[in-house]
């Protein structure tokens, strides 16, 4: 099971730090992404990670999100930095096992799903 936290209301250019925990894939090799959508339209891939590190973000978000992994903690966190209007969206963390250490950025390769935490960034 997945749980997000983090989610909130922050004016446009401010920060906000998403947290999932994982700890079902201790010790496993896996992928984790952070993904979003809006009311009405498709969910968007924003970020992944895999076991050795190597990450994947979308156009949108590059040079202002990061994704990091906690191994001690089993928790993946999606740092947002300069937020802007358009970043509002329900965010959901998704694992899935990885054993070759694929990067998967497509949701349809994701196999577990957190219930999503809301961000929204208004003035």
């Known amino acids: 099971q997945l749980v997000e936290s983090g989610g909130g209301s922050v004016q446009p250019g401010g920060s906000l730090r998403l947290s999932c925990s994982v700890s079902?894939?201790?010790?496993?090799?896996?992928?984790l992404g952070w993904f979003r959508q809006v009311l009405g339209k498709e969910r968007e891939g924003v970020a992944s990670?895999?076991?050795?590190?190597?990450?994947y973000y979308t156009n949108s978000v590059r040079g202002r999100f990061t994704i990091s992994h906690d191994n001690a903690k089993d928790t993946v966190y999606l740092q947002m930095n300069s937020l802007k209007p358009e970043d509002t969206a329900m965010y959901y963390c998704?694992?899935?096992?990885?054993?070759?250490?694929?990067?998967?950025?497509?949701?349809?390769?994701?196999?577990?799903w957190g219930q999503g935490t809301q961000v929204t960034v208004s003035s």
């Open positions: 998704a694992a899935a096992l990885s054993p070759y250490g694929a990067l998967f950025v497509d949701q349809k390769d994701f196999t577990y």
């Open positions: 079902e894939y201790a010790n496993k090799r896996y992928c």
């Open positions: 990670i895999n076991s050795d590190d190597s990450t």
